[in-house]
T-cell receptor, first 116, second 110 residues
Framework: GAVVSQHPSRVICKSGTSVKIECRSLDFQATTMFWYRQFPKQSLMLMATSNEGSKATYEQGVEKDKFLINHASLTLSTLTVTSAHPEDSSFYIC????????????FGQGTRLTVV | DQQVKQNSPSLSVQEGRISILNCDYTNSMFDYFLWYKKYPAEGPTFLISISSIKDKNEDGRFTVFLNKSAKHLSLHIVPSQPGDSAVYFCAAILVEKLTFGTGTRLTIIP
């Protein structure tokens, strides 16, 4: 199947700093990528939909200025957690759709962010 | 409002037997459904999907059944293997948005 690569897999940062997470589709072009966050013992929650060449669409309750999403090319989307706080510590996952709407989405490996 | 529900948080099945994971949804507009498997600290792995115009899709040991009238889908794994132990999420698609269930932890007992 199609491959989505997410980097880094783990990151520890200090409070107040910013962290960038990359999501790449390695063998296909993804016009749309999705960013999810998993809270402990809960399901994945969609944070935002990233569209190549346009602004991301954020879900209700997600701070746009805190979670900056950039989808600069058809193979790369980035999520930057700005001015990180310990409550931002979580597991972040991206996904990309390889074909037209309603085909399966492929997921990255996830990034475990710990803010100390 | 949880539109996709997995009412069983956990399930234990003997190795070699059939594992049946269930998922219910409330939005009849969902037109595509997927099952994912997830190990701790890893991203979900896509398993199998089904379009709303079908009622069954099979791929190796995995079969997904869809009952639109009941707004219910299930994942059958047979025979169950120890490596199947993981958390399983069902998900539904409406336009471009995936909505996930809360997950079921499957434990295969050797």
């Amino acid at each position: 199947g199609a491959v989505v690569s997410q980097h880094p897999s783990r990151v520890i940062c200090k409070s107040g700093t910013s962290v960038k997470i990359e999501c790449r589709s390695l063998d296909f072009q993804a016009t749309t990528m999705f960013w999810y966050r998993q809270f402990p013992k809960q399901s994945l929650m969609l944070m935002a939909t990233s569209n190549e060449g346009s602004k991301a669409t954020y879900e209700q309750g997600v701070e746009k200025d805190k979670f900056l999403i950039n989808h600069a090319s058809l193979t790369l989307s980035t999520l930057t957690v700005t001015s990180a706080h310990p409550e931002d510590s979580s597991f972040y996952i991206c996904s990309a759709r390889a074909g037209p709407m309603n085909t399966e989405a492929f997921f990255g490996q996830g990034t475990r962010l710990t803010v100390v | 409002d949880q539109q996709v529900k997995q009412n069983s948080p956990s399930l234990s099945v003997q190795e070699g037997r059939i594992s049946i994971l269930n998922c219910d949804y409330t939005n009849s507009m969902f037109d595509y459904f997927l099952w994912y498997k997830k190990y701790p600290a890893e991203g979900p792995t896509f398993l199998i999907s089904i379009s709303s115009i079908k009622d069954k899709n099979e791929d190796g040991r995995f079969t997904v059944f869809l009952n639109k009238s009941a707004k219910h889908l299930s994942l059958h794994i047979v025979p169950s293997q120890p490596g199947d132990s993981a958390v399983y999420f069902c998900a539904a698609i409406l336009v471009e948005k995936l909505t996930f269930g809360t997950g079921t932890r499957l434990t295969i007992i050797p």
